[in-house]
């Protein structure tokens, strides 16, 4: 392990938005070819629009200010893109060209661009559709920095439209998450790839490449790792048949 200085964190007021979001878009993508055999898996289409697209519209109706966004895979045509297409919020790319460092590492690369207060994480493959209320400022609503390092949107394994695992996390009437899934057993809730993070989480690291889940399970070890329940529709586009069972659902509102 790696042992790095320690920011001091600077809160997010309570309620409100956190102001950066780290747009994780560098992965390979393999499970969509061949669709990805001549474009990055964020600049997929699905009802008309980049799936990367589908992600700062969500960012800026929430109101987040800053994207950090990294890049590996055909990282041209996706910087270029985001260049063209991204209106409204500023966009930092952290390039991993030479490495792809998964999540964990993603974060950890970009840590001095995150900077010292709680921070929004999506995958830039993630397509949801908003409940009665914005999903990230329920997010935001929900972040007490006192107890929470993590704060995870989860969807009901039932509700996980074309998600083909057995679920992710269990959670407690609180919203504290008390464990991943058993083997040979389901979860009831799936991670949907929005979370708010807080620096503190930036620590400790091991060399190289490694997942996001290090972090949450110290966390949750910790007690300091909670989930929410998204109120609407979301989507696991991960091959290209999901794109059109997930445009049919679309469609029909």
């Known amino acids: 392990m790696t042992a790095k200085k320690t920011l001091a964190i600077r809160p997010t007021p309570a309620g409100a938005v956190p102001e950066t979001a780290m747009v994780m878009a560098a992965g390979l993508g393999k499970r969509m070819r ?3 055999a001549t474009r990055p898996k964020p600049l997929v289409e699905v009802a008309g629009k980049a799936l990367i697209d589908h992600v700062f519209d969500r960012l800026r109706s929430a109101g987040v200010k800053r994207a950090i966004v990294n890049v590996h895979y055909m990282a041209d045509a996706l910087e270029a893109h985001l260049r063209n297409r991204v209106k409204g919020i500023d966009v930092v790319v952290s390039d991993e060209r030479k490495l792809l460092m998964e999540t964990g590492g993603g974060i950890v690369q970009a840590r001095e661009l995150i900077g010292d207060k709680p921070f929004v994480v999506v995958n830039s493959d993630n397509l949801w559709v908003d409940g009665p209320s914005d999903a990230i400022r329920m997010l935001a609503d929900q972040w007490d920095d006192a107890k929470m390092d993590a704060l995870l949107l989860m969807i009901p394994l039932a509700r996980a439209h074309n998600h083909l695992g057995l679920g992710d996390f269990r959670l407690a009437a609180d919203g504290r998450i008390t464990g991943w899934r058993q083997p040979g057993r389901l979860a009831p ?9 807080s620096p503190r989480v930036i620590r400790d690291w091991p060399e190289g490449p490694f997942s996001t889940r290090l972090f949450w399970e110290r966390t949750i070890e910790g007690w300091r ?27 029909d509102g």
Request: glycine residues 10%; aromatic residues 12%; proline residues 8%.
């Open 34 to 36: 061949p669709l990805t």
């Open 189 to 197: 809730f799936v991670y949907t790839g929005v979370q708010i993070l």
């Open 225 to 251: 790792a909670y989930g929410m329940v998204h109120q609407g529709l979301w989507f696991d586009v991960g091959t290209p048949p999901a794109i059109a069972a997930t445009e049919a659902i679309l469609a």
